[in-house]
């Protein structure tokens, strides 16, 4: 687990980190673009909505911002996100209409829609005061 800042800057360094974990795994360029579009739609969800610029509870740590952590596990990719932000589970956010004209359609939505159709499974709890937010996907050889 990796801890990064609830920031602009932080996104950088999470893209950063991710296709180093990409490379040193040797993961193939179709593996890794859903994954980099994932990590960047939900951090910068988090970032711009979600306040997780705020300390966490003194009994957990003093820094701010966002913990990732990627594995690669039996051939199954997984991307895990945490933050301290208000409780917000993506999955409830209903599905965007995609057949309205671009101009009538309502700001947001298209995020988590993207992310839900680019990966296998995509799952959200909130324990301890934390948002968590897994996304998986197979990796084929």
Same mark, same amino acid.
């Given at each position: 687990? /990796?801890?990064? &800042? *609830?920031? #602009?800057? *932080?996104? #950088? #360094?999470?893209?950063?980190?991710?296709?180093?974990?990409?490379?040193?795994?040797?993961?193939?360029?179709?593996?890794?673009?859903?994954?980099?579009? &994932?990590?960047? +739609?939900?951090?910068?969800?988090?970032?711009?909505?979600? *306040?997780?610029?705020?300390?966490?509870?003194?009994?957990?740590?003093?820094?701010?911002?966002?913990?990732?952590?990627?594995?690669?596990?039996? *051939?199954?990719? +997984?991307?895990?996100?945490?933050?301290?932000?208000?409780?917000?589970?993506?999955?409830?956010?209903? &599905?965007?209409?995609?057949?309205?004209?671009? +101009?009538?359609?309502? /700001?947001?939505?298209?995020?988590?829609?993207?992310?839900?159709?680019?990966?296998?499974?995509? +799952?959200?709890?909130?324990?301890?005061?934390?948002?968590?937010?897994?996304?998986?996907?197979?990796?084929? &050889?």
């Amino acid at each position: 687990m /990796v801890h990064i &800042a *609830g920031s #602009r800057a *932080g996104i #950088r #360094r999470a893209n950063d980190l991710f296709g180093k974990f990409s490379a040193a795994h040797h993961l193939p360029a179709g593996a890794v673009w859903p994954f980099q579009i &994932a990590l960047d +739609e939900m951090l910068s969800n988090i970032v711009d909505h979600g *306040g997780s610029a705020r300390p966490r509870a003194k009994a957990k740590s003093s820094k701010a911002g966002i913990d990732i952590e990627f594995r690669l596990d039996q *051939g199954v990719l +997984e991307l895990t996100i945490q933050d301290d932000a208000g409780a917000f589970d993506p999955l409830t956010a209903p &599905a965007p209409d995609t057949t309205a004209p671009i +101009e009538s359609r309502p /700001v947001g939505g298209l995020g988590i829609y993207l992310v839900r159709r680019l990966m296998d499974a995509v +799952e959200y709890e909130r324990k301890d005061g934390r948002n968590r937010l897994v996304c998986r996907k197979k990796i084929e &050889a």
